[in-house]
């Protein structure tokens, strides 16, 4: 079974950064891609950012596009995100997503189904 495990959230004041970290553990874990997504209460789950590792072509939600970098490292199933001029409307319970399956020409890589594997979310509030 693949584990992945975020880390980094936390409580901030605006304008403040914070990293994230997903690190995958479990039974060999090959990812094409991966990424992170967020909650807020009452919202449905939405698309922050992803990296697919054959490329190292990076996507971004315009709402983060410009304050937000995503990194990792594939060989170790390991994957950042940078948040920097946190906003208010940015406090949600972060999730790291795992995509197995190869890129296709259909693979858009923002949408919840295109993801494989998930992790428990951290929560990130921003204060204003």
């Known amino acids: 079974q693949v584990q992945l495990v975020e880390s980094g959230g936390g409580l901030v004041q605006a304008g403040s950064s914070l990293r994230l970290s997903c690190a995958a553990s479990?039974?060999?874990?090959?990812?094409?891609?991966m990424g992170w997504f967020r909650q807020a209460p009452g919202k449905e789950r939405e698309f922050v950012a992803a990296?697919?590792?054959?490329?190292?072509?990076?996507y971004y939600a315009d709402s983060v596009k410009g304050r937000f970098t995503i990194s990792g490292d594939n060989a170790k199933n390991t994957v950042y995100l940078q948040m920097n001029s946190l906003k208010p409307e940015d406090t949600a319970v972060y999730y790291c997503?795992?995509?197995?399956?190869?890129?296709?020409?259909?693979?858009?890589?923002?949408?919840?189904?295109?993801?494989?594997?998930w992790g428990q979310g951290t929560q990130v509030t921003v204060s204003s």
């Open positions: 990296i697919r590792w054959h490329t190292g072509t990076t």
């Open positions: 479990g039974r060999t874990f090959s990812s094409s891609a």
């Open positions: 997503a795992g995509r197995s399956r190869k890129f296709t020409i259909a693979t858009f890589a923002r949408k919840i189904n295109e993801y494989d594997y």
